[in-house]
């Protein structure tokens, strides 16, 4: 299990399915399409459209491409 980056910030949070632990697939919130108050990931930053998360319950670190802003590319 990875330790909890550095750059991690409790008011720098997004929303965003964890692709390991996939904790939020039975929570009712999450499955509406709320922020629930315990499926969020640390948002350690970005770079353009894309997100860079880590997931406080797993460690999990992945990149998020939101296709949103500047950088981003539309998918067609």
């Known amino acids: 299990m990875l330790p909890i980056d550095p750059h991690a910030d409790l008011g720098r949070r997004a929303w965003v399915p964890c692709p390991a632990c996939r904790d939020d697939r039975d929570c009712a919130d999450c499955l509406d399409g709320r922020n629930c108050g315990e499926h969020w990931r640390y948002l350690i930053g970005n770079t353009g459209s894309r997100l860079h998360l880590q997931?406080?319950?797993?460690?999990?670190?992945?990149?998020?491409?939101t296709h949103f802003g500047a950088g981003g590319t539309r998918p067609c």
């Open 55 to 65: 997931c406080p319950g797993c460690t999990h670190l992945w990149d998020h491409e």
